[in-house]
């Protein structure tokens, strides 16, 4: 339909377009000098002759140029479609309507092979606040280059426990990847305790960007499952609105970010309360600039939950982990760094299998009560680590909580034949020394040697009683 309006319309625009054009150039051709009258005489001469031997033709032909969609805004505005701003009536269907319209935009150009590429349309809330009473989703998999932003989006009462109000889903294409670039910004979403605010399925690089997410039910706030590269950033994510300190703690449930999926950003982002913040089980995440203050270790929360036993692959720098800590299951491959504990919060290394390997736990802060809460625990009930390669926790800076470390000096003085140093205070896995080297300083020139490494204590002999000092230096 549009299409076929076009074509009737260019060459007549053209048409036009040209006499103004025609004007503006026999304007300048003909001399000042010439009366006033003599010169409009000749432009319109010169005008008519160039109309009949040039233009004329173009008139009757096609435009050269293939014709286009209807040029216009494509602003999708939910307050034209029905939607109700004040939150009062249901505004599910004028807003589903609104992501239909959009969803059918004209194509732009190429996104990932079976994405419609929507051109920059934008769903604009148009700073209102909506009653929604069931999800909002596109009515298929397959567009991309698309915004959604400006507004609120309250579940109703009645909206289904199980659900999201924003669903990137589509359980029955055969897409590798269902949609892309679809951008979340500037929204708050309000799940009633009835549901989750964004479910992000098999999609790719996808961003919400400064959204507040609250009152989700005991499910999750943000879920990115398979797909790649979710973004979110700039982002309040807390299923009570708190600012901690809050009576209800220790009832807080869900997770506010739970990332199913491999390569996503949870960026400069806070979590104010659930029972866990962020569930990572997929690889190279990266988290930065994450303030977990959702539920207290001491009440039973968790800040950050890594369950990839195995083959961990995640990246934890530059956060603050505020009175929750981190709990990562057989880790290996993983970076905590640049990371401030507060309030006894704590690293806890729990063992599946018995495997941890390439841990590198360094140049964090934690802070705590003075109660000796160590800064990185190993939970071993289901089995020991066995299988410890490449764990570094060193150069942490540690006030109130007992240090931990895998690299660990020490020494002792004595006269006698037998020196020993015990790490046990100090070093994280219990009887496990790969490497030692020590120096013996001494009074005379005994004869010494390393006798035994069992139970991080460190013996070094010698042949003959000396007084002499003996350095330690001893890693896992
Ligand atoms: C927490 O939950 C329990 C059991 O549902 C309830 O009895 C208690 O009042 C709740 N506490 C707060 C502070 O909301
Ligand atoms: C070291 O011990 C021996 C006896 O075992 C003693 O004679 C000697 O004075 C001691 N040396 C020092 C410096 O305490
Ligand atoms: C090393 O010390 C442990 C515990 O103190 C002991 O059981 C073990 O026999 C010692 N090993 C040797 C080679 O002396």
Not at 121 to 137: H, M
Not at 228 to 238: A, D, M, P, Q, V
Not at 267 to 277: K, L, M, R
Request: proline letters at 5%; aromatic letters at 8%; glycine letters at 10%.
């Amino acid at each position: 339909m549009e299409i076929r309006k076009t074509q009737v319309a260019m060459p007549v625009l053209l048409a036009i377009m040209t006499l103004m054009a025609s004007q503006v150039v026999f304007a300048g051709k003909f001399p000042d000098s010439m009366a006033l009258h003599d010169r409009q005489m000749a432009e319109m001469q010169a005008l008519k002759a160039s109309l009949v031997r040039r233009n004329l033709p173009a008139l009757v032909s096609p435009p050269p140029t293939p014709p286009q969609a209807v040029p216009g805004p494509r602003v999708y505005k939910v307050i034209s479609y029905g939607a109700d701003p004040t939150g009062k009536s249901d505004s599910t269907e004028a807003i589903l309507k609104a992501l239909e319209d959009a969803f059918d935009g004209p194509e732009h150009g190429p996104l990932i092979a079976g994405i419609n590429d929507l051109g920059g349309a934008r769903i604009d809330l148009e700073g209102g606040s909506y009653l929604i009473s069931r999800p909002l989703r596109f009515p298929s998999a397959g567009v991309g280059n698309l915004l959604i932003s400006g507004g609120t989006l309250r579940a109703s009462d009645d909206f289904p426990v199980d659900k999201y109000l924003i669903e990137l889903k589509d359980e029955a294409s055969k897409l590798q990847y269902i949609f892309e670039y679809i951008t979340f910004r500037d929204l708050l979403i309000d799940c009633n305790y009835r549901g989750g605010a964004i479910a992000v399925i098999n999609s790719l690089r996808t961003s919400i960007d400064n959204c507040y997410i609250t009152r989700f039910g005991n499910t999750n706030g943000i879920l990115v499952q398979s797909g790649h590269e979710t973004y979110i950033r700039n982002t309040f994510l807390g299923q009570h609105i708190t600012a901690g300190g809050d009576r209800g703690e220790r009832n807080f449930t869900g997770t506010a970010v739970n990332l199913m999926g491999n390569d996503n950003a949870v960026t400069d982002t806070v979590i104010f309360s659930a029972a866990i913040g962020v569930m990572i089980s997929g690889q190279a995440n990266l988290l930065s600039g994450v303030h977990c203050y959702n539920k207290a270790t001491g009440f039973g929360g968790t800040g950050i939950y890594l369950r990839l036993p195995g083959l961990t692959q995640n990246r934890i720098v530059n956060s603050y982990m505020d009175y929750t800590g981190i709990i990562a299951e057989d880790p290996v491959q993983l970076q905590i760094s640049g990371t401030f504990f507060l309030g006894d919060a704590f690293i806890l290394l729990k063992s599946m299998s018995g495997v941890v390997k390439g841990i590198n736990i360094v140049d964090n802060m934690f802070s705590g009560s003075g109660n000796g809460v160590p800064i990185v625990k190993l939970d071993e009930s289901r089995k020991a680590f066995h299988d410890v390669d490449q764990v570094v926790v060193d150069r942490n800076s540690v006030n109130g909580m007992a240090m931990k470390s895998t690299v660990a000096k020490g020494s002792v003085d004595g006269n006698g034949t037998s020196w020993t140093v015990d790490f046990n205070p100090v070093l994280l896995f219990p009887n496990l020394i790969k490497h030692v080297q020590y120096t013996l300083v001494a009074d005379g020139f005994p004869v010494h040697a390393l006798r035994n490494v069992s139970g991080n204590r460190v013996m070094v002999e010698t042949n003959a009683p000396v007084t002499a000092t003996v350095y330690v230096t001893v890693d896992q």
